[in-house]
């Protein structure tokens, strides 16, 4: 968290657990969280409220901070004439998801950080992100809205808020979702989402749309899903290059693993340098399925990274996983990340450097454009995609060696960047991301056959329901001993899902008995019993003007996309028909959605597959101490089987699984003393296979495929 800049006293954000509220204590500005004390001011003085959302790491939001906040006139304005009221988006989502709605209603853009001025019932009568100081560019400076909503607001009230009244009908409206469309999902809805995908995908950069450019993983899992059930080779090219120009370009941390949140340009060149822990799990995700499918090593390289830097760099003592690092540091975006060509001669040499320079694409005098002069002579560590011919052969390596020759320069300039200025960090834990982490690192160590990657997921997850969860149910966030607001509706999906992830990563029972009552509470707090689909906040929520269901994806998975894969993945656990029954609805309200924007909804596409195909049910019988069952375990996290139910039937349990958990493994024993392997598909069981090697052939025949989802590739 970054000190006071100033001598002003503190503000009531000295009090908040959320690093972002309390980045803004030493403001002028009479600032509020959102509570109800500052909700009855503005009542009974009948001020309207700036609502002010933002997050730890975003450099915009610092930007105006710096620029506005801490500037005496300004705060005057605010103190005088409005409720300031402050909210960190990732402590209240459901929050930022009305407010943003609104912005994007009456501004068509969004973003960071958002601006948006209530009437004191709560409803946003004027929006808007960033303003400057002062008027340029024909952009109005803050004061200058100030000034001139005071006086609306002196002037206009009853007109003001019978317009705010029209847009807030609007948000309830949309909210309310759109039953009448509710229609059964199209078995071909997956290839129809393909060839969309197809016709916005950018051949020569990877990934979809222009600048600025964020990482699809969502739509990066669609297409995996497609090439592997229907051995489209098309769709298979178009994820692998996308996670391939995405490793090589600036967006990619080269030194320190992990990734930015996105690229300012369409070739993901030029990143916008936060880093945020919700990025990076689904990431790493993305490169183990691709690495599954096509066992590009880049991909395994890529994942590994990112798991290397959420250890070091986002893990906390207790064991959960941090937030999020900032864009900025020492005020200065991008700085920490950022070399000029003269520093790597000093840390590496002449003859390393100019080999290294050559690699990553250092020059002289930089090698993006900025209109910063601080950032002159800067450069972004890139790789050459596709693989520049002449970098081998500038001292007449093989690929292999050149990559060796790469990494102890790597190293060394790792640690001289150590010795920067850090960016910030945001250090409270968020329940819905540590479970989209802890299901990527659970997923790794399926993947990768790494333990230090299930002991991370295992005690992030114990972290979790030890600090998150209170009388089962889930709190929002937690820091140094005190947690937030109660838990959202992805908290709830991403957290149980996460559990299952870990189940199938080693087999304890106990994730699967933790996952099915966080799935109940999730449909009793969040499920409109009304009209279907899943709310993003809970019944009796008093403070919010509307209640949304989100379905589209964001930089997050969308909570009724989440909901839907928990609920189907538990329904094939538990044989529990009201779970499937349940997500059906949410998918079926959603089909034409589905078919007119499968871009946005990548997440639920995912769900929709596991939805039209009856998961593989693999049972592995035998002692889990066995080396044919370690043999057998390892063959199945090798394949890509995005739709599978798995349970270890372990005749030294001392309560084996199957018979209370999975009704669909009892029975399945070792054959004739030999661990054993139980593959069934499509309502068809294979005979019992007792050798690894029988297994893996089985797999790849899973839901009637025949085919490689690598469709020919191999390894790089």
Known sequence: MRAARNNTPPNRLVRATSPYLRQHAHNPVDWFPWCEEALRKAEREDKPIFLSIGYSACHWCHVMERESFEDKDTAALLNAHFVSIKV????????????????????????????????????????????????????????????????????????????????????????????????????????????????????????????????????????????????????????????????????????????????????????????????????????????????????????????????????????????????????????????????????????????????????????????????????????????????????????????????????????????????????????SWNGMMIAAFARGAQALHEPRYAEAARRAAGFTLERLRHDGLLARSYRDGATSAPGFLDDYAQVASALVDLYETEFDARWLREAKPLADRMIALFWDREAGGFFSAPHGQEDLIARLKPVYDTAEPSGNAAAATLLLRLAAYFDNAEYRKTAEIVLEQNAALLETVPQAMGRMLCAADQYLHPPTEIVLAGPRSCADVQRMVRVLHEHFLPNRVVALADPEDDAPVASKLMPWAVGKTMQHGAATAFVCSDFTCLPPLTTPEALAQALKKANGRTHECAHGSSSD
């Not at 929006?127 to 002037?155: I, M, N």
């Open 88 to 431: 960190d988006r990732e402590e209240r989502p459901d929050l930022d998801e009305i407010y943003m709605s609104a912005v994007q209603l009456t501004t068509q853009n969004g973003g960071w950080p958002m601006s948006v001025f209530l009437t004191p019932e709560r409803m946003p009568f004027y929006c808007g992100t960033y303003f400057p100081p002062s008027d340029q560019h024909g952009r109005p400076g803050f004061q200058t809205v100030l000034r001139a909503l005071a006086k609306a607001w002196r002037e206009q009230r009853d007109f003001i808020r019978g317009n705010a009244r029209q847009l807030t009908e609007c948000l309830r409206l949309g909210g309310a979702g759109r039953h009448e469309e509710s229609a059964p999902i199209r078995p071909d809805l997956i290839r129809h989402a393909a060839a969309a995908l197809s016709m916005s995908f950018d051949p020569k950069h990877g990934g979809w749309g222009g600048a600025p450019k964020f990482p699809a993983p969502a739509s990066i899992a669609t297409l995996l899903r497609h090439a592997w059930r229907h051995g489209d080779s098309h769709a298979l090219a178009m994820a692998s290059s996308t996670l391939e120009a995405m490793a090589r370009g600036g967006i990619h941390d080269h030194l320190g693993g992990g990734f930015h949140r996105y690229a300012v340009d369409a070739a993901w060149h030029v990143p916008h340098f936060e880093k945020m822990l919700y990025d990076n799990a689904q990431l790493a995700a993305a490169y183990l399925e691709g690495y599954q499918c096509t066992k590009k090593s880049l991909f395994r390289e890529t994942a590994e990274g990112i798991f290397r830097y959420v250890l070091r760099d986002l893990i906390s003592p207790e064991g959960g996983f941090h937030s999020s690092e900032d864009a900025d540091s020492d005020g200065q975006e991008g700085m920490f990340y950022l070399w000029k060509r003269d520093e790597l001669d000093a840390v590496l040499g002449k003859n390393d450097a100019a080999l290294f320079a050559l690699c990553y694409n250092v020059r002289p005098e930089g090698n993006f454009d900025s209109p910063e002069t601080r950032h002159a002579g800067m450069n972004i560590l890139r790789r050459a995609w596709p693989i520049d011919p002449h970098e081998a052969v500038f001292c007449g390596m093989e690929a292999p060696a050149l990559e060796a020759a790469l990494e102890p320069m790597r190293t060394r300039l790792f640690n001289a960047r150590a010795q920067r200025a850090r960016p910030g960090r945001d250090d409270k834990a968020i329940a």
